[in-house]
């Protein structure tokens, strides 16, 4: 039971905004009538809910999937906020510190980590792209078992957007200080990827970004709202500033002529990615943007619209209304002379790059193995 006795309103005012922001209703805190002076009371299951959320955390002994223990084990479902207990030291030390984190944010609001959350912290590193391209991830394992981590029944945490649920490099490097160190510590990363993490994405800067580090590699947009993502092709990066699904017209008709933020007609959310696309009305290719997967379809925000901004589709191009007019509509594009297009080129470039090097060095490895394999077979004859 918990009294609000001696509580001023407006204190009271504020700690009952604080208390609802911190439990959902999933966890059974019901304050829909309190008031100064009165208690409240927990049924069984949030007090059950409660137990568990102030047990003692276990230990997270390392973040390399290929070192992981039964005692990394972790349950992290419904928590809105997960405190990872580990130590930096020896691994037998028994010096622990922890970091918090959380599952993600929408309109200011945190949702908590979904339910059946339980498996293994790890570091995520892609072999085929950059250092900063590094996360912390989690992975889903049905039973507490390191050799099942890779099993047909395992998989990524995912956010509500389908993409992979992380943090970034940038983050741990910035504000995440154990989880920092754990990675040095284990070898994971290094201490000059670290500095420049720190140094090339500023803590501010990586909590409002997504990141991409393959001209094709998806990301997630809303329709209600602008957002921004940073392009990276080391030792440059690009922030991209994304109102496609947002209009001026509205705002012209409104306001004359002072320049205001765009008006989003649409709510919702889709996975997206850069292409390049020859159009009908240009002689050379153009970046256009494709939704690839529609995670909310989208909703009018605006009673009676005509439409003059076209909806989004799955599998299509986002279009835009061509010179001013609603009745004719064109593909979202940039040309490869601006900035977004030389950056995106540039990415494009270093791939093909990399990926010719991977495969004459597979090349090489295979001659040398089929120059190998030819003296043994003279030697034997012989």
Not at 208 to 218: A, G, L, T, V, W
């Amino acid at each position: 039971m918990i009294f609000t006795r001696g509580i001023s309103p407006s204190k009271f005012s504020l700690a009952s905004r604080f208390i609802t922001s911190r439990f959902s209703p999933n966890n059974c805190l019901f304050l829909h009538s309190l008031r100064p002076y009165q208690s409240l009371r927990l049924n069984s299951s949030s007090a059950a809910a409660v137990r568990r959320r102030t047990a003692r955390k276990p230990v997270i002994s390392t973040l390399d999937p290929k070192q992981l223990k039964p005692s990394d084990y972790v349950d992290i479902s419904e928590y809105l906020e997960y405190s990872i207990r580990s130590t930096t030291e020896d691994p037998n030390s028994a010096a622990r510190t922890s970091d918090c984190i959380t599952y993600y944010k929408h309109k200011g609001v945190e949702h908590p980590f979904p339910q059946h959350s339980a498996g293994y912290f790890y570091f995520h590193r892609p072999p085929d792209l950059p250092p900063m391209s590094g996360a912390l991830r989690f992975r889903c394992v049905p039973v507490n078992d390191p050799g099942a981590f890779d099993s047909e029944e395992s998989s990524d945490l995912l956010r509500p957007d389908s993409l992979p649920w992380e943090v970034p490099l940038s983050t741990l490097s910035n504000a995440r200080p154990l989880l920092r160190d754990l990675l040095l510590r284990d070898g994971l990363v290094t201490a000059d990827e670290v500095e420049e993490s720190m140094r090339r994405f500023p803590f501010t800067q990586s909590r409002r970004s997504d990141f991409i580090f393959r001209h094709d590699q998806m990301f997630s947009i809303p329709f209600e709202c602008m957002h921004i993502v940073t392009l990276v092709n080391d030792p440059h990066q690009f922030r991209f500033r994304s109102a496609v699904f947002g209009e001026r017209r509205l705002v012209a008709q409104a306001a004359g002529s002072v320049r205001r933020p765009p008006v989003f007609p649409y709510s919702g959310r889709a996975l997206v990615r850069f292409e390049l696309m020859k159009l009908p009305r240009y002689s050379e290719a153009r970046v256009v943007l494709r939704v690839v997967k529609m995670v909310v379809p989208p909703t009018l925000l605006i009673p009676d619209y005509d439409g003059y901004l076209p909806a989004p589709r799955e599998g299509k191009l986002i279009t835009r209304p061509h010179q001013g007019t609603g009745k004719h509509v064109a593909a979202w594009s940039r040309a490869l002379g601006s900035p977004l297009g030389r950056f995106l080129r540039g990415m494009y470039r270093k791939e093909r790059s990399r990926k010719d090097d991977t495969a004459d060095d597979e090349s090489e490895s295979e001659s040398d193995s089929d120059s190998d394999s030819e003296s043994g077979s003279d030697s034997d004859s012989e």
